[in-house]
């Protein structure tokens, strides 16, 4: 797009800026022609013909300039499309007429936010559309009242009456801040420079344009940045603080400040603020001095640090019990979640002193591989945020066997094992009655109506049964045990195995434990979401679940039939089983 940037001179500074900006994606016309005469004016009307859309520089200035008003008038009547953008926040839009039903694009303080609306803006404009037919009248050259003074300038000699003419008038308009530059051009560029040029004349205009008629005026916007209230490590933009000359002459402007926790960063007409706050709060200013005028502008920066919220560790599972092993036998590592719930970021290490568990941490886990010892094993595993010092316990513990194998073997052959019982107790019991004497069976009274029913789960004389190896199939949701509680029972429950749950995924496997939750939406579709998943469960008669895990007790059971199950919302896909010893003990 073709742009054509409407100013007052005296904006120069600034909207060199902003058409640094426009030219990153644009083409861009912007008059620096100090001669103001025939010639310039055509090619204003000319640049504005050409352009696609203008943009209008709004400020004291601009909207006071005649030549500024009559080229917004003249893209008006050439139906070209106008951006109002405004450098001063003391003027209003409404202050130029027909901008009341405009919008206006602010650029007092140029940052991100601003570059980003200018290009929003612009690529928001209607394209172009055709110049009216036939052309309006172009506007009349904006007669300066320095005109006079400019064409008796282009005489091809000058008296001294002339000249001195010539410096009075123009001395009256070097105190006008609409016309002082015009003014000084022409007394520096056009008189000086003439070789008729009489001595006291030189010096008296070299002495007039010495000191300019208005001293520069600082201005200083915005004079207040209040970062808020910030998260420790959060990055902070720079800010930018435009820095104006409000009057005449040049500034000639430093920067100080006290705190360590600011980088000031000097520009053309501007500068930047990085900040870089301390926990609490952070109060501090920044001087702006003109040292030509010793005029100074305050801004004050100030923001609040909170500290991050600390880390909370969380692990699970805390107990590992791997149960009673044969001795040889392949254990699978066990997989323990780190954890953490609250701010910050965790930095855990882990210890232990047994020599018997192999620890290998992992980004968000740790496993642990155990080679247990013969007989009883014991251990913890402590896993320390060094961060906050906080500290969890994992306890792994293990029985080893020598002849846990042939155990285990008879135990899945568990009908068989009650087979065998069976009939060397009915053979002991037929060799037994056979070599008994005839008569001490006619004294001892027939014995035929004694019951030696087995009772189920191995029922002793002291009220307990043990029941061994319940299988628990992950391919459906409850198992019935067989066992029928009549209520106050002591009942503890062990368990072991693995299932798996997704044919795709065959290493995934799942202990009796079940697996950490890791937010509230994972295995959403499990019928108890406050336990792990694939986790193995159980109910009683009509009462809530309750969660078995590695193993539970139960303490003054209730009344019903116990059933165990698997915390999963789909079966189909599920493979292999838990065992479950249970030994319950009467009231």
């Known amino acids: 797009m073709r742009l054509f940037v409407s100013y007052a001179r005296k904006d120069e500074g600034v909207v060199k800026t902003l058409v640094k900006d426009l030219r990153v994606a644009h083409e861009v016309y912007f008059d620096q022609d100090n001669h103001k005469g025939t010639r310039w004016w055509d090619r204003i009307l000319d640049e504005l013909r050409a352009c696609d859309a203008m943009v209008f520089v709004l400020s004291g200035a601009s909207w006071q300039s005649k030549p500024c008003l009559a080229e917004l008038a003249y893209a008006r009547a050439l139906h070209r499309p106008v951006l109002p953008v405004r450098i001063d926040v003391r003027i209003y839009f409404s202050a130029v007429v027909g901008f009341a039903e405009i919008d206006t694009l602010e650029y007092a303080t140029r940052d991100a936010d601003s570059a980003f609306a200018l290009s929003g803006a612009l690529s928001?404009?209607?394209p172009r559309i055709p110049l009216p037919d036939p052309l309006p009248d172009p506007p009349a050259i904006p007669l300066s009242p320095i005109t006079p003074f400019a064409e008796q300038l282009g005489a091809a000699t000058l008296s001294l009456q002339e000249q001195k003419a010539i410096v009075d008038g123009l001395k009256e308009y070097l105190e006008d801040e609409h016309y002082a530059e015009e003014a000084a051009f022409h007394l520096r560029e056009r008189l000086l420079t003439r070789e008729d040029v009489y001595y006291s004349i030189r010096t008296n205009t070299e002495k007039l344009l010495e000191a300019p008629a208005n001293p520069p005026v600082l201005d200083v916007h915005p004079?207040?940045?209040?970062?808020?209230?910030?998260?420790?490590?959060?990055?902070?933009?720079p800010r930018r603080v435009e820095v104006r000359n409000r009057g005449g002459g040049r500034l000639d402007w430093v920067l100080a400040t006290a705190s360590d926790w600011l980088t000031l960063t000097p520009e053309d007409e501007s500068f930047t603020i990085a900040a870089q706050p301390k926990a609490g709060r952070n109060d501090a200013t920044v001087v702006v001095?003109?040292?030509?005028?010793?005029?100074q502008a305050i801004v004050t920066v100030s923001a609040t640090v909170h500290p991050p919220n600390p880390p909370v560790l969380d692990v699970r599972p805390t107990v590992i019990d791997l149960g009673e092993i044969s001795a040889g036998d392949t254990i699978s590592p066990r997989r323990v979640e780190v954890r953490n719930r609250g701010g910050g970021r965790l930095d855990w290490v882990l210890a232990t002193a047994s020599d018997w568990l192999t620890l290998t941490p992992e980004a968000e886990s740790f496993t642990i591989a155990a080679q247990p010892k013969a007989g009883r094993n014991d251990a913890t595993v402590v896993v320390t945020d060094r961060a906050s010092e906080d500290q969890a316990i994992v306890t792994v513990s293990a029985t080893v066997h020598p002849k846990?194998?042939?155990m285990l073997w008879l135990r899945e052959r568990r009908a068989l094992t009650a087979a065998i019982g069976?009939?060397?107790v009915l053979v002991v019991t037929v060799v037994l009655f056979a070599g008994r004497d005839d008569d001490d069976a006619s004294a001892d009274g027939d014995t035929g109506g004694q019951d030696n029913t087995e009772q189920p789960g191995g029922d002793d004389d002291t009220g307990v049964q043990v029941f061994d190896g319940i299988e628990v199939p992950a391919t459906s949701d409850w198992t019935d045990t067989g066992i029928e509680l009549a209520g106050g029972e002591l009942v503890e429950i062990?368990?072991?195995g693995e299932i798996g749950d997704n044919p795709e995924i065959p290493d995934q496997r799942f202990e009796p434990g079940g697996t950490f939750r890791e937010d509230p939406d994972q295995h959403s579709g499990d019928p108890y979401l406050d336990f792990p998943h694939a986790a193995l469960i159980g109910f009683i008669g009509d009462g809530a679940?309750?969660?078995v895990g590695y193993g539970t007790t139960i303490e003054d059971s209730p009344p019903g039939r116990l059933y165990l199950g698997i915390n999963d919302g789909f079966f189909d896909d599920n493979s292999d089983k838990f065992f479950a010893d249970i030994t319950v003990k009467g009231q």
Do not use: N, Q
Request: cysteine-free; hydrophobic content about 45%; overall charge negative.
């Open 289 to 295: 001095t003109d040292r030509a005028s010793e005029d």
């Open 494 to 496: 062990s368990a072991y």
């Open 124 to 126: 928001k404009m209607e």
């Open 223 to 237: 004079t207040v940045i209040a970062l808020g209230e910030i998260s420790a490590g959060e990055t902070i933009s």
């Open 545 to 547: 679940a309750f969660e």
């Open 404 to 406: 846990w194998r042939w």
């Open 422 to 424: 069976a009939v060397v």
